[in-house]
């Protein structure tokens, strides 16, 4: 065999077994996002840590559009390695059961909204809280997570529920319990992460799925768009960003946008 890059090459298998495993769950997934954006009603986006990353990935993005609402606490994202806003304190947080309420309730969710909760483990309190307070508002959730993980780990929350306990779709996104891929030689521990390409690839599939199931009701809504694509008028972005808006002030009053 020629020599090849072996993290591109375990990713690239990572992608397959999803898309061979995952297609079917993804497209409900999809109906039920385009339902709701469609209805004018949020794909609300939770997540902590790194698995905050594919939310932050979903919108504002170019290529991505009103619907998609990212629902992100600054103190459960890092910015430095450690001290203030650092990843030891994030971690201590997120796996604190109680205190994503506080949270969550600084936000308005409407009964047939879709939430997406990502999350590696599936194990902390954040998500796992994060999916319970969704469900008790009637809100659809879709837990993105590695089914490894489940089937090797005992719960750890006061419930006694993982995330995927929780949710009414789980996306598997296929990665090892430890997460990282690269075995090496004279360490017992790996290396190289694969959840984040995983839970990142599974939301654009998302994105794609659920945009084409709106414009074939013609109910799409206005897309952020890349300076580099032509034709496109100096203020398209700026409509996008007050669209946006809008939705928020007209859900907040419990309003269709």
């Avoid at 600054?74 to 309420?101: C, D, K, M, N």
């Avoid at 954040?126 to 999916?131: K, R």
């Avoid at 779709?169 to 290396?191: A, F, K, M, N, Q």
């Avoid at 839970?199 to 009701?217: F, G, N, P, Q, Y």
Wanted: aromatic letters at 8%.
């Amino acid at each position: 065999m020629s020599e090849r890059v072996e993290y591109l090459h375990l990713a690239q298998e990572l992608l397959r077994a999803i898309e061979e495993n995952e297609h079917e769950v993804i497209f409900r997934a999809a109906d039920l996002a385009a339902d709701a954006i469609a209805h004018g009603r949020w794909v609300n986006m939770f997540g902590s840590g790194h698995s905050a990353i594919p939310a932050l990935d979903a919108f504002p993005r170019y290529g991505s559009y009103v619907g998609f609402r990212p629902i992100l606490d600054p103190r459960l994202l890092w910015h430095v390695p450690s001290g203030p806003g650092g990843a030891p304190e994030l971690l201590w947080i997120e796996r604190q059961p109680g205190y994503i309420r506080n949270f969550l309730e600084d936000f308005a969710f409407e009964k047939g909204e879709v939430a997406l909760v990502y999350s590696h483990g599936g194990m902390n309190a954040a998500p796992i809280e994060a999916a319970q307070y969704f469900k008790a508002q009637g809100l659809a959730v879709v837990a993105v997570t590695s089914r490894q993980n489940y089937a090797t780990r005992e719960a750890e929350h006061p419930s006694g529920q993982k995330l995927a306990d929780i949710a009414d779709l789980v996306i598997d996104t296929h990665v090892p319990p430890e997460d990282s891929l690269i075995p090496l030689s004279h360490s017992r521990v790996p290396v190289a992460a694969g959840s984040t390409v995983a839970a990142v690839a599974i939301t654009m599939s998302l994105v794609a799925e659920v945009a084409k199931r709106l414009d074939a009701m013609g109910a799409m809504t206005p897309t952020f768009v890349s300076p580099n694509v032509t034709g496109v008028a100096p203020d398209h972005n700026a409509l996008v960003y007050a669209e946006y808006r809008r939705w928020k002030r007209s859900t907040a009053n419990g309003q269709t946008p």
